[in-house]
């Protein structure tokens, strides 16, 4: 099958160029790819962190090829498969990356050992103001650029509806967002 056969394919129903691909003519896939890859790239600019974009869309992608191979047009629309797939992929990840950033244990000091109240000479001052800066930095590592600020506004003592309104999203969000923060700083 040539290039100008596929681009001839580009009017078909997603149902009769899954049936190609099903067929053998999996260059006609890319047409697949092309129709669903700005679903994915949304999703994956909205719920993962710039740095995480790209491998989210690879995976979502492989989603979608998964998709194509799994569908059976008795069941639902492909769409629909294809947006559960997607979104089920997006999830998978944000999982993954979440479970990968824990704390390393050599970070982790029991509070025995911090000794937080040795405010007793400037020396003491500067090793708490190194620590807490390293805190800091940790968590923020640990946060979506979201979270962080979220967290921010929230230790500043903004409400859930100033922040959503500052953030330009919704309280609810807010407050998953908080919860998310809670579960990583316990770990």
């Not at 940790?138 to 946060?143: G, H, M």
Request: proline share 3%; with cysteine; glycine share 2%.
């Amino acid at each position: 099958m040539g290039i100008s056969f596929v681009e001839n394919n580009k009017n078909l129903t997603d149902n009769e160029i899954i049936s190609l691909i099903n067929n053998g003519e999996y260059e006609n896939l890319q047409i697949i790819i092309d129709r669903y890859l700005p679903l994915i790239i949304k999703m994956a600019k909205k719920y993962c962190p710039k740095t995480e974009v790209e491998d989210a869309v690879q995976e979502a992608t492989i989603a979608l090829y998964g998709a194509v191979k799994g569908y059976d047009s008795e069941k639902s629309s492909f769409s629909t498969l294809a947006s559960v797939c997607i979104k089920r992929s997006m999830i998978s990840h944000l999982r993954k990356n979440n479970a990968e950033k824990a704390v390393p244990e050599e970070l982790i000091i029991p509070i025995e050992e911090a000794n937080l109240l040795s405010f007793d000479n400037p020396e003491s001052i500067l090793i708490e103001k190194e620590d807490f800066d390293n805190l800091k930095q940790n968590i923020k590592l640990e946060l979506s650029s979201m979270e962080y600020t979220v967290l921010q506004l929230f230790l500043e003592g903004k409400s859930y509806l100033e922040i959503s309104k500052q953030m330009n999203t919704t309280e609810k969000s807010v407050d998953n967002a908080l919860s998310r923060i809670r579960k990583k700083i316990q770990k």
